[in-house]
């Protein structure tokens, strides 16, 4: 039997302050739920620059408290006018100095459900991002929504295949990974690794990545987001390279059942055979 959701994702370049870029995003999830859609994920740190191009401590006035801090709430009241899921990627502090690259999951009638604090953080050039947070505790979470249970890896994370098999695990069926990632450094990447995890872990993935070149350095965001299915296949056309871009997709959720049926990827794994992988 189909069980069809109609979920968003929402890809932009800065726009040179944090109110206006809330903005945006605020007529971003206006213009999603009158398309009808039921879930929207937006970017990685998506109210500021990607800041980790450069170290510079002026950028941790961008961090907030979650959930009691002002963007959630604001967008605790969006959700709840619209209808609409809404994932937020967010910096987060936790208190001075304790500081995380996180999303904040808001259901359908403003109820915070939780938070997925980033678990690998990489220092290599253009991504300076361990002077800016420290490494996720939350674990993997997946959380019960309006529209189903869905997960959250962030950028970086895509790399390590451990945390898309724990959401699997832990029972997602949709799984948004919030990017900031650049043309130069892992384009050739971009179309493998997420519909690789899709097929691996059996699940929907909503893949998101900003656009443009900012003033703080010359990393340049190429977009080309996308949702795709657990067969790899891409569902719609994929986003721009360049230009902002909504994008609304039927995802059918009943397939979930018909590939695990077929491929039986959860009963043939052999968990006993996997301890020297956890070895330090």
């Not at 208190?95 to 678990?119: C, E």
């Not at 699997?168 to 948004?176: K, T």
């Amino acid at each position: 039997m189909s069980r069809v959701i109609r979920a968003a994702l929402f890809q932009t370049a800065w726009t040179g302050d944090k109110e206006s870029m809330i903005q945006v995003h605020e007529q971003a999830a206006r213009d999603a739920a009158a398309q009808g859609a039921q879930v929207l994920c937006f970017q990685e740190l998506f109210y500021g620059p990607y800041f980790c191009q450069v170290q510079d401590k002026a950028f941790y006035e961008y961090a907030e408290r979650i959930p009691e801090g002002p963007t959630v709430r604001r967008f605790q009241a969006l959700a709840r006018e619209l209808g609409i899921v809404l994932v937020l990627p967010m910096y987060e502090e936790e208190q001075p100095g304790v500081l995380y690259n996180t999303a904040a999951v808001i259901d359908a009638d403003g109820s915070y459900l939780g938070k997925y604090r980033k678990t690998h953080i990489p220092q290599v050039r253009g991504f300076w991002e361990k002077f800016y947070f420290r490494p996720g505790n939350s674990g993997w979470p997946v959380f019960d929504t309006a529209v189903g249970r869905i997960g959250v890896y962030i950028c970086y994370d895509r790399h390590f295949p451990e945390g898309w098999r724990a959401l699997g695990l832990a029972g997602a069926e949709i799984v948004f990974n919030p990017s900031a990632t650049s043309r130069g450094l892992s384009r050739y990447l971009w179309q493998l690794e997420q519909p690789a995890a899709a097929v691996a872990n059996e699940y929907f993935v909503g893949a998101i990545n900003r656009v443009g070149v900012e003033d703080l350095g010359d990393n340049d965001f190429y977009g080309t987001t996308y949702f795709v299915d657990p067969e790899a296949q891409f569902v719609g056309e994929v986003a721009s390279d360049k230009e902002t871009e909504l994008v609304v997709r039927d995802l059918d959720l009943a397939k979930l059942r018909e590939v695990r049926d077929r491929w039986q990827f959860y009963r043939d794994r052999a968990p006993g055979a996997y301890e020297p992988l956890t070895a330090p």
